[in-house]
C-alpha cells in the first residue's frame, strides 16, 4: 500500500493570511490629512468583535443543524451545551473589550468620529444575523424611528439578514423539541393537578409570611398582597392553556403552552440523569440571553460616556436607543422566567415509577 503523502508545509504568516488581516486598518483621519492616534484601536476593536462575531454564527450554525433533526440523542443535547458553552465564553471577551475601548478618552473620539458618519455598528450584519438565528423576532425588534433596521442596510446587506429571518431559529427548534420532550404523558397519574395543589400550598405559605410580618406596616402589607397577586395569576402560563393563549396575544409569553410544560418539568425535575443535560441547555440560552442583554447596557454606558446625549454616527438616539434595545431584544425570558413556578423539592409530586426508571437510565438485570 503506498504511503499517504505528506501534507505541504504551512507558514504561520500564510496560513492564518496575515498580510491581509494586518493591512486591513485604514485610517480616515491619516486620509482627511487630520491624524487621530485612537482611531487604529478603535477599528482593530471592532475587527475584533467582526471576527468572534463569525465565530459565534459558525458555532449557532452547528446547533441549528443539531436540532433540525427529528430525533435528538443524548449526546447531541451535550454537544448543544458545549457549542453554547464557548458562546458564552465569547462573549465575556465581548464585554471584556469595552475596557480597552474605554481607554480612548471622549476628546480623542472626537478627533475622528465625525469621519465615521454615517457608518455605525447599528449595520453590523453579522450581528443582525446572529439575533435572527437566536429568534429575534422582526415585531420585537425596537425600532428607531419607525424605520425598518433593514434601511440602514444596503442592498447585498439587506438580502443576508432577510435570508436569516426566513429559516427556523435556535428558539423554534427548541420549541419544537421541548414540545416532543417524552415524560409529560404519565397516564392516569395527574401530575399537573398535584402541581398545582403544591403550587396553592407555597403560594398560602408565602402570602401568611406577608400578613404576619410585623415588620411591615399594614399599607405595605397590603401593597405587598396586591403584588402577589400578580404573582398566583402568572402560574396561568403552565397551568392553564387559555390563560397561556391570552398571555400569548398580548404579547406578554411566546414559549408555546406544551413547550413551557416540558422545560418547567425538566427544571423541576433536573436531578434525574437523563434531564441534566437538558437542564444545562435551558440554562446556557439563558445566560447567552443574559450576557447579550450584559453587552448592550455597557455598550451603552460607554457610548454616554463617549458622546453624552448626541446622536449617534448612524443617527441613532445613541446610548437611549442601545438602551432600549437591551430592554426589549430578549429572546429566552419565558426559560428565564420559569423560576417564577418553581416549588421545593419536597413538594414536588412522585414520579411514577416507570418514568423514573426512564429519567435515570435504569437498568434492569435478567440475571435470576
Known amino acids: 500500500m503506498d504511503k ?28 482627511y490629512g487630520h ?25 449557532l450554525e452547528s446547533l441549528l443543524e443539531i436540532f433540525h433533526n427529528n430525533e435528538i ?20 471577551i465581548l464585554i471584556d473589550q469595552i475596557n480597552v475601548l474605554e481607554t480612548m478618552t471622549p476628546m480623542d473620539f472626537l478627533d475622528f468620529r465625525d469621519f465615521l458618519i454615517p457608518a455605525s455598528g447599528f449595520q453590523s450584519v ?20 419607525d424605520n425598518s433596521y433593514h434601511s440602514y442596510l444596503n442592498e447585498s446587506d439587506q438580502k443576508k439578514v432577510s435570508k436569516s429571518e426566513s429559516t427556523l431559529s435556535l428558539f423554534d427548534l427548541m420549541e419544537k423539541w421541548l414540545e416532543r420532550t417524552p415524560f409529560l404523558d404519565w397516564g392516569s397519574t395527574s401530575f399537573w393537578k398535584e402541581y398545582e395543589s403544591a403550587v396553592q400550598e407555597m403560594l398560602s ?12 406596616s399594614k399599607t405595605e402589607k397590603e ?20 390563560e397561556h393563549s391570552k398571555l400569548v396575544k398580548e404579547g406578554k409569553w411566546r414559549l408555546s403552552h406544551k413547550a413551557t410544560q416540558a422545560a418547567l ?31 448592550r447596557y455597557r455598550h451603552a454606558l460607554m457610548v454616554s460616556r463617549m458622546i453624552g446625549r ?40 412522585k414520579l411514577p415509577t416507570e418514568v423514573e426508571n426512564n429519567l435515570g437510565f435504569f437498568y434492569h438485570s435478567m440475571v435470576k
Open 265 to 295: 418539568l425538566i427544571y423541576l425535575y433536573r436531578d434525574q440523569p437523563i434531564l441534566y443535560n437538558p437542564y444545562q441547555l435551558l440554562k446556557k440560552v439563558c445566560d447567552v440571553d443574559e450576557l447579550f442583554t450584559t453587552w
Open 126 to 145: 453579522q450581528f443582525r444575523i446572529i439575533e435572527n438565528k437566536l429568534g429575534l423576532c422582526l415585531k420585537d425588534r425596537y425600532s428607531y424611528g
Open 205 to 216: 405559605d408565602d402570602r401568611n409570611l406577608i400578613k404576619t410580618n410585623d415588620k411591615l
Open 73 to 92: 440523542q443524548e449526546n447531541h443535547i451535550s454537544i448543544g451545551v458545549s457549542r453554547l458553552e464557548r458562546i458564552i465564553e465569547i462573549q465575556k
Open 4 to 31: 499517504l503523502k505528506p501534507y505541504p508545509q504551512q507558514y504561520y504568516q500564510d496560513y492564518l493570511n496575515l498580510e491581509k488581516i494586518l493591512n486591513s486598518q485604514h485610517l480616515l483621519s491619516q486620509k
Open 223 to 242: 401593597k405587598h398582597l396586591l403584588e402577589y397577586n400578580k404573582t398566583e395569576a402568572s402560574f396561568g402560563a403552565v397551568l392553564d392553556s387559555k
Open 35 to 59: 491624524s487621530a492616534h485612537d482611531e487604529m484601536l478603535f477599528i482593530v476593536v471592532h475587527q475584533v468583535y467582526e471576527l468572534w462575531f463569525k465565530q459565534i454564527i459558525y458555532e
Open 310 to 349: 448626541k446622536i449617534g454616527t448612524g443617527g441613532t438616539t445613541g446610548s437611549d436607543y442601545l438602551n432600549k434595545t437591551a430592554e426589549k431584544h430578549r429572546i429566552f425570558s419565558d426559560i428565564g422566567a420559569l423560576s417564577t413556578f418553581l416549588i421545593p423539592r419536597s413538594a414536588l409530586p
